[in-house]
C-alpha cells in the first residue's frame, strides 16, 4: 500500500485495459478517469478527467495491436499529463513495439526503435517502465531511465513447480542463437541443462531449422523466447526438436504473445504441449481461444515496480 508522499495514478489507453485494472488492484488505488475516443477520420481524442497537477503519474499502454493507434494514444496522453502539470510521468509498457527494428540489417533501413524512443521523450515522458525488451541496448535509446523487468522468473517459478528444481528430464532449449543468453539463465533457475536450436531466417517472419545443439532425446523440453509473433520459428523449432532431437515433450514460454496471423493455426498443429505467455499483450479478441495457450500475470510484478518507483527505492530484486 502506497502511503506517503505525493499522489500516485495510474491511467490507462485502449491497448490492455484489464491489465491496468489488475495493476491498481494490487496497488488499491482507482484507476485514473480519462477517455479516450476517435474522431471521425481516425485521429485520437484524449481528455482526462480529473486533476494531476503534481502527481506521480503512470500511464499503462502496450503498443501492440493495433500499433500506431497504441503509440499514439500513449504520446497523446503523455502529452496532456505534461501540459497538466503532472509532477513526474512513466510510461508503462508492457510490450515496448517497434523493438525489433533496433538496427540496420541493410543499406537504407531505418531504426525505428530509436525513433519511438526519441517521440516518446519528445512528448514528455520522464521514465520508462517495460518487459523484456527484444533487444537490451534499446535501453540506451532513451535519455531517460528505462527499467526493462523480466518474465522469466515468472516461467521459472511455474515450471519449477510443475515439474521440480534440476530435474533431469527436463532441458531448457533456445529457439534460436540470439536468446542463448535470455536461455542459459532461464536454465540455470530450473537447474536443468541447455540446447539451443540453429536456424537460418531467409526473410521475415520465416526461419529454416538448421541443426539442434544438445542432446534432447527423451527429454522434457521448454522453450524460452521473448515473443511469438507469427509462430513460425517457434513451431519449427517444436517439429525439429520431436522429430530429430527425439523429444519426448514440448512446452513453450514467452513473455509477449503477439500472435499475428497465422499463429494459432501453427501452434494448434504443432507438437507443442503448451504455451505459456504473459498477458503483455490481451489475447486476439476475434479469435477463439486455444486450449494450449494460458497466461501468468504481470500485475503483481508491474504494480511492485510502480511502489517502488514512487517510494524511490531500489526495483534490482525484481529482477531476481
Not at 72 to 100: K, N, Q, W
Not at 212 to 226: A, P, S, T, W
Not at 279 to 301: F, G, M, R
Amino acid at each position: 500500500m502506497i502511503s506517503h508522499g505525493k499522489e500516485v495514478k495510474v491511467f490507462t489507453g485502449n491497448a490492455n485495459p484489464a491489465l491496468a485494472e489488475s495493476v491498481c488492484s494490487y496497488l488499491h488505488k482507482p484507476m485514473g478517469k480519462a477517455e479516450i475516443k476517435r474522431f471521425a477520420d481516425g485521429e485520437c481524442s484524449v481528455s482526462i478527467m480529473e486533476p494531476v497537477r503534481g502527481s506521480d503519474v503512470f500511464i499503462v499502454q502496450s503498443t501492440c495491436k493495433p500499433v500506431n493507434d497504441s503509440l499514439m494514444e500513449l504520446l497523446i496522453m503523455i502529452d496532456a499529463m505534461h501540459r497538466a502539470s503532472a509532477g513526474r510521468i512513466t510510461a508503462v509498457m508492457p510490450y515496448f513495439g517497434y523493438a525489433r527494428q533496433d538496427r540496420k540489417a541493410k543499406s537504407r533501413d531505418p531504426i525505428s526503435a530509436k525513433l519511438v524512443a526519441n517521440i516518446i521523450e519528445a512528448a514528455g515522458a520522464d521514465r520508462v517502465l517495460t518487459m523484456d525488451l527484444h533487444a537490451n541496448q534499446i535501453q540506451g535509446f532513451f535519455d531517460i531511465p528505462v527499467d526493462n523487468l523480466r518474465g522469466a522468473p515468472l516461467f521459472a517459478n511455474y515450471y519449477i513447480e510443475k515439474f521440480g528444481k534440476s530435474n533431469p528430464d527436463v532441458i531448457v532449449v533456445s529457439p534460436d542463437i540470439g536468446s542463448v543468453a535470455r536461455a542459459r539463465q532461464f536454465s540455470m533457475k530450473l537447474g536443468v541443462n541447455l540446447a539451443i536450436v540453429d536456424k537460418r531466417r531467409e526473410v521475415a517472419n520465416k526461419s529454416e531449422v538448421m541443426n539442434i545443439i544438445g542432446n534432447v532425446e527423451d527429454k522434457i523440453v521448454v522453450m524460452l523466447d521473448d515473443m511469438v509473433d507469427t509462430a513460425g520459428s517457434l513451431c519449427g523449432a517444436a517439429k525439429a526438436l520431436t522429430e530429430i532431437g527425439g523429444a519426448r515433450e514440448i512446452y513453450a514460454c514467452a513473455s509477449h504473445g503477439v500472435l499475428s496471423a497465422p499463429a494459432l493455426e501453427r501452434i494448434e498443429a504443432s507438437p507443442i504441449k503448451e504455451l505459456k505467455l504473459c498477458d503483455t499483450i490481451p489475447y486476439p479478441s476475434d479469435q477463439p481461444h486455444l486450449e494450449k495457450i494460458n497466461y501468468v500475470s504481470v500485475a503483481p510484478l508491474f504494480a511492485e515496480a510502480i511502489e517502488r518507483i514512487y517510494e524511490e527505492v531500489s526495483i534490482s530484486p525484481l529482477f531476481e
